[in-house]
């Protein structure tokens, strides 16, 4: 669930939940929607908007097409790459490549922050019992104190590949913003791919670059309005 509410820093903030009611301090996708929505409400009316979420005001750049916004530019902001800060235990700072006990596998993972933590799994093959069996282990694995959203990810070539994510405390999800910049930079420090990436989610194609420049990670890619309508809350 995304709630849009007021913000005195930006022109809107966003608060988002996970299906078992954990608080997600972001959420790469969500933003995209969010800023279609201030947008084409008359909210604010600006090419360029403000979106504050889990305590940062991120940058937003839209491509708008006869009132309608077609596509979304993100500045996710810099990768956390301390341990401390994702947070986890995994060996190393920041944890690139590190190993990894899942069940009856053992993985080789990078971890990265993103506002959220990510563990970027690098596999041979995507396959819907390494997602449903290993992503729920990896999520609750010790190593990560406050759970961690996992990306299994298979390389095509230096600038595209294919991701599926197990976010934390919702499950497969269909696609990841904040996971794409997580494979980006994860890609970029074990010298897998490249800084501009293409990947290839269950939900479509998220175009990312961590820029070398200022050390911040770009995220474009597609809005589009699926269903509206009303619901009715009891209040009690």
């Excluded at 913000?7 to 996708?29: I, L, P, T």
């Excluded at 995220?219 to 269903?227: I, K, L, R």
Aim: aromatic share 6%.
């Amino acid at each position: 669930m995304v709630l849009i509410c007021p913000a005195e820093n930006a022109h809107a903030e966003m608060r988002m939940y996970n299906v078992d009611g954990s608080y997600s301090e972001n959420c790469g996708n969500a933003l995209r929607c969010v800023a279609k929505y201030v947008y084409e409400h008359g909210i604010a009316q600006e090419s360029t908007l403000k979106i504050a979420t889990g305590g940062r005001v991120l940058q937003t750049r839209l491509t708008v097409n006869g009132g309608v916004v077609e596509k979304v530019q993100i500045d996710m902001g810099e990768p956390v790459l301390s341990a401390a800060e994702i947070p986890t235990t995994l060996p190393g700072d920041p944890p690139v490549d590190a190993l990894l006990t899942a069940g009856d596998r053992e993985f080789r993972v990078t971890s990265v922050s993103m506002g959220n933590p990510h563990c970027v799994v690098y596999v041979d093959e995507l396959t819907d019992e390494l997602v449903s069996v290993y992503g729920p282990l990896i999520e609750t694995h010790a190593s990560f104190p406050r759970r961690v959203n996992v990306e299994f990810v298979q390389v095509l070539d230096r600038g595209r590949v294919r991701q599926r994510t197990w976010e934390r405390g919702s499950g497969e999800t269909l696609a990841c913003g904040t996971g794409a910049c997580a494979v980006c930079v994860a890609g970029t420090l074990t010298n897998r791919t490249d800084r501009k990436l293409a990947v290839e989610l269950l939900g479509g194609t998220l175009e990312i670059e961590w820029r070398s420049s200022d050390n911040r990670v770009q995220m474009t890619g597609p809005a589009v309005e699926v269903y509206h309508g009303e619901f009715a809350l009891p209040l009690a």
